[in-house]
């Protein structure tokens, strides 16, 4: 269709048979073209007669940007769905291609897009201030492909600034927040950064190659497993590795076979929110450390056991 929308410019007049025998389609095909522009919003004119030809109606002026309905609602469901969950790069970016896109689309399909922009509402969680700059996304994308060494300007969660050389082995995105992994040449260690917390991105002429069968997103779970937090927690599962990874994150903790089950480690800033996680989970556990943990999950059953025994609203007390 875009072909045909083509030939209409570049030569108007041309007749349904040399426009079919130039796209190599049938005279039918042509006709469904024209109407299907037509229900686009660009007005196709078919002269009559033996001689008549396809033409655009003179003085329409084809706007830069041709999308059928999936593809507009495709790209404002694909804009919107990311500002919420912070896939994309910033809240103007999102908003001033919206707008760019609404400019551009035929007036009905414009109505009809600009309906689902106003009334979708996303039960996805809203992303926090973690937006990557574009520049950074970009550039690390770039040396990714192109297995080039990058030279970044990177600040710590302490706030520390530093300049590191890295290989960048891929980009994850996780939970709202954008991830690059590679080796990074200050510490002669596979790290995991933060893109929003890169303050600058350069690529260099130096080159790489990737371990074999690198797994990016594995090796950002790990990590994000591996944070230091204040608690070292470790545990085993009266379950299967398989199943217990059905339900915990590889983010939230590692799980390797043990005799007892499934051997559970982590780290946690919180022991009460860690016992939570394991009265939740539904399978018999055991504590190995730390005992601090041990406390949260009696204090827990504890409360539990309070709330259950709680009488309701009106009803008569036991000792009455």
């Not at 426009?19 to 522009?37: H, K, M, N, P």
């Not at 890295?166 to 990074?184: A, C, E, K, Q």
Request: charged share 25%.
């Amino acid at each position: 269709m875009l072909a045909f929308l083509e030939l209409l410019q570049a030569r108007p007049g041309l007749t349904g048979p040399e426009i079919a025998a130039r796209l190599e389609v049938g005279e039918r095909t042509v006709r469904r073209y024209a109407v299907r522009l037509c229900d686009l919003g660009v007005p196709v004119e078919a002269g009559r007669g033996r001689y008549g030809g396809y033409r655009l109606t003179p003085g329409y002026k084809l706007p830069p940007l041709m999308l059928t309905d999936d593809e507009a609602t495709a790209v404002v469901l694909g804009l919107l769905s990311g500002r919420r969950t912070g896939l994309s790069v910033g809240e103007t970016a999102t908003e001033s291609a919206l707008a760019k896109i609404q400019r551009v689309l035929p007036k009905d399909l414009r109505e009809r897009v600009g309906a689902v922009q106003e009334i979708v509402a996303l039960t996805t969680r809203a992303a926090g201030n973690h937006r990557p700059s574009a520049a950074a996304l970009l550039t690390l994308a770039e040396a990714v492909r192109r297995r080039r060494r990058v030279r970044l300007a990177y600040r710590s969660f302490k706030g520390e600034d530093s300049e590191r050389d890295l290989d960048p082995y891929g980009l994850v995105f996780h939970s709202g927040r954008w991830y690059t992994t590679g080796l990074d040449h200050r510490s002669g260690q596979v790290r995991t950064f933060r893109v929003d917390r890169v303050a600058g991105a350069h690529v260099t002429e130096a080159t790489f190659s990737p371990p074999g069968r690198f797994d990016p997103v594995g090796h950002v779970m790990e990590s994000l497993a591996a944070v230091p937090y204040r608690h070292e927690v470790e545990v085993v599962l009266a379950t299967t590795p398989e199943e217990a990874r059905r339900r915990i994150p590889a983010s939230v903790a590692t799980l390797v076979p043990d005799e007892g089950g499934t051997r559970m480690t982590g780290r946690a800033e919180r022991l009460d929110g860690m016992a939570q996680l394991l009265a939740g989970l539904g399978w018999p556990f055991t504590v190995i450390r730390p005992d601090g943990l041990r406390d949260e999950v009696r204090a827990l059953a504890r409360r539990l056991l309070m709330f259950a025994e709680t009488p309701k609203p009106g009803s008569p007390r036991l000792d009455e």
